[in-house]
C-alpha cells in the first residue's frame, strides 16, 4: 500500500527497528519503533493477518481511512505495507498513550472537570470532521483517544469505521453489531432500524462517564447484562450526589449526548457549541496536568499487562471454561473486548420459553417491566435512572453464570432481537 505522508516512509521492515511493546489491542500489538532513514521515532501497529478471521477488508477499510483522513484530531497513518504474514501500520508515536492507560495508570477515578472538558472538545473536532467526510467512527472510548508528548489529542482505531455514503454490503454492515458494548448506543444494539452517526454522540457520552470515573457504566457487567441494562434502563449519567464535584453543564452535556432517541441527540458539530466546552484549555495545560510525572509509555504498559496478567491467573481458579474467563477479562476493564455476536445470540437461545414465562410473575420481573417501559419514554431524571440502576445491580447475585443475572422479561425480548434476520428489517414495530 503506497504512503500518503509529505514525508517519504519506507515501505520495507528493514528501515525499521522495532523498540518495545506500548500497546495491545484485540487483532494488534503496538510498538514504539524508529524510522531509520528518517530518524523519526513511530508507532507500529502489527497485525497478524493469520488472525484476523479473514477480515481483510475490516483491515484494509481501517488502513485505508487512516491513511486519507487529514485532521489534527486524528490519527493519520504514514504508511503500511505486509512483511510475512503480518500488516505494519506506520503511525506517529503518541508518547502519553490512550487516556484509559493513563487513567489505569495514575488516575483510577477518573480526570479533573478542565481536563475532560479539553480532551472531549478535541475528540468532538475529530468527530465533527468524521462526519462531515460521511464517516461513523463507532467505536469512540477512552482506549482510543491518545495523547502525544505535547499534549495534543487525537482519536484513533478506525477498525470499526464505516461509511455513511456506503451501499450494497458495507451499508449492510451498519445493521450488525460493531463496537465495544459499553460504549454502545442502544440503536447500534437492537439492530432494528439501523444507525448513524448519532451513534458515535452516544458512545461520547458514555466516554464522557468514563473519564469522569475512571470506568465507563456498567463496565463490571458481563456482555449480555451491559446490553439488557442500556436498552431497558434509562440512560446512564452523572449522579447528583456522588458526582457533585462536577459542574451542571457537565451534568447537561453528557445527558444530551445520551438519549435514547438518536434523533434528539444533537450533532458533534451543535455538541462542540455546547458551553460545557468553554472549561477546555491548550494542549500544553493537558501535558502539565496529566501527563507530567508519569512514566515512560512502554514501561506503564509493562506494569498495567503484569498486574493484569496477575489478576487473571488469580481469577483462573475460579473462572475455568473458556466463556466465563473472557467475561472475567471484561469484569477487569479489559477495553479492547469486542461484542460476539455469535455468543450472545447463543446465550439467548439458551432461554426456554417456559422458563420466561413462569417467571413472569415474580416480584424480580415486575420491577423489570418498568424498565422495559423505560424504552419508549425517556427519564429525564438521572437520579430516578440511579434509583433504578441501584435495583437492577442488587439483582446481580452470580457474576459467574452468564445467564443468572438477566431478568427473564427482557432476555425474551432480547431473543426477538437476534431473530431479526436481513429479510426483517423492514418490520415497523421493533420486539422491544
Ligand atoms: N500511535 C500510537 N502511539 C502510542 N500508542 C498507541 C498508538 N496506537 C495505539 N497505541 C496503543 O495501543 C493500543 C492498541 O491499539 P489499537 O487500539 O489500535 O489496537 P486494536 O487491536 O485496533 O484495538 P481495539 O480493537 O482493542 O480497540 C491502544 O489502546 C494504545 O494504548
New binding site residues.
Given amino acids: 500500500m503506497e504512503h500518503q505522508s509529505e514525508k517519504k516512509f519506507p515501505l520495507t521492515a528493514k528501515d525499521y527497528k522495532l523498540y518495545e511493546e ?7 500489538t ?1 510498538y514504539r519503533a524508529l524510522c531509520i532513514p528518517l530518524n523519526e521515532i513511530v ?1 507500529i ?1 502489527v497485525l497478524d493477518l493469520e488472525k484476523c478471521n479473514n477480515d481483510l477488508d475490516g483491515i484494509r477499510r481501517e488502513v485505508q481511512t487512516m491513511i486519507l483522513i487529514d485532521h489534527p484530531n486524528l ?1 493519520r497513518a504514514h504508511c503500511s505495507f505486509t512483511t510475512g504474514h503480518n500488516l505494519w501500520v506506520v ?4 508518547a502519553g ?2 487516556c ?2 493513563i487513567m489505569k495508570s495514575a488516575y483510577p477515578d477518573g480526570f479533573e472537570e478542565p481536563v475532560i472538558a479539553t480532551l472531549l472538545r478535541e475528540v468532538l473536532k475529530a468527530l465533527v470532521y468524521l462526519h462531515s467526510q460521511g464517516h461513523i467512527h463507532r ?1 469512540v472510548k477512552a ?2 483517544i ?1 495523547i502525544d508528548s505535547k499534549g495534543a489529542v487525537k482519536l ?2 478506525f ?1 470499526v469505521a464505516a461509511c455513511m455514503y456506503d451501499t450494497g454490503d458495507r451499508q449492510r454492515s451498519r445493521n450488525t453489531f460493531v463496537g465495544t458494548p459499553c460504549w454502545m448506543a442502544p440503536e447500534v444494539m437492537q439492530q432494528i432500524h439501523g444507525y448513524d452517526f448519532k451513534a458515535d454522540i452516544w458512545s461520547f457520552g458514555i466516554t464522557a462517564l468514563e473519564l469522569a470515573h475512571g470506568h465507563a457504566p456498567f463496565s463490571k457487567y458481563p456482555p449480555m447484562k451491559v446490553l439488557l441494562m442500556t436498552l431497558q434502563n434509562a440512560p446512564p449519567g452523572l449522579d447528583f450526589e456522588r458526582d457533585k464535584r462536577f459542574s451542571k453543564s457537565f451534568r447537561e452535556m453528557i445527558a444530551a449526548c445520551l438519549v435514547k432517541d438518536p434523533k434528539k441527540r444533537p450533532t458533534s458539530e451543535k455538541l462542540l457549541k455546547h458551553l460545557f466546552f468553554k472549561h477546555a484549555h491548550s494542549n500544553e495545560y493537558l501535558a502539565r496536568t496529566i501527563l507530567d510525572g508519569l512514566a515512560p ?1 512502554g514501561e506503564r504498559f509493562r506494569l498495567l499487562k503484569a498486574k493484569e496478567a496477575d489478576m487473571l491467573s488469580q481469577n483462573k481458579a475460579l473462572y475455568e471454561d473458556k466463556e466465563q474467563l473472557s467475561q472475567q477479562e471484561y469484569i477487569r476493564g479489559i ?2 473486548w ?1 461484542f460476539n455476536l455469535e455468543d450472545l445470540k447463543n446465550q439467548a437461545a439458551l432461554i426456554q420459553d417456559d422458563l420466561v414465562s413462569n417467571s413472569e410473575d415474580s416480584s424480580e420481573s415486575r420491577k423489570h417491566k418498568d424498565g422495559q417501559e423505560n424504552l419508549c419514554f425517556e427519564s429525564a431524571s438521572h437520579s430516578k435512572a440511579a434509583s433504578h440502576l441501584e435495583g437492577e445491580l442488587n439483582v446481580v447475585h452470580n457474576l459467574e453464570d452468564p445467564l443468572a443475572a438477566f431478568p427473564m422479561k427482557p432476555l425474551r425480548a432480547l431473543k426477538g432481537c437476534f431473530d431479526v434476520s436481513e429479510n426483517d428489517k423492514a418490520a415497523d414495530s421493533p420486539s422491544l
Fill in positions: 506500548v500497546g495491545e489491542g484485540v487483532s494488534a503496538v508507532a501497529k490519527l503511525m506517529p508515536y503518541m498513550g490512550s484509559l492507560h467505536d482506549g482510543n491518545l484513533a482505531d477498525g509509555l477495553s479492547g469486542n
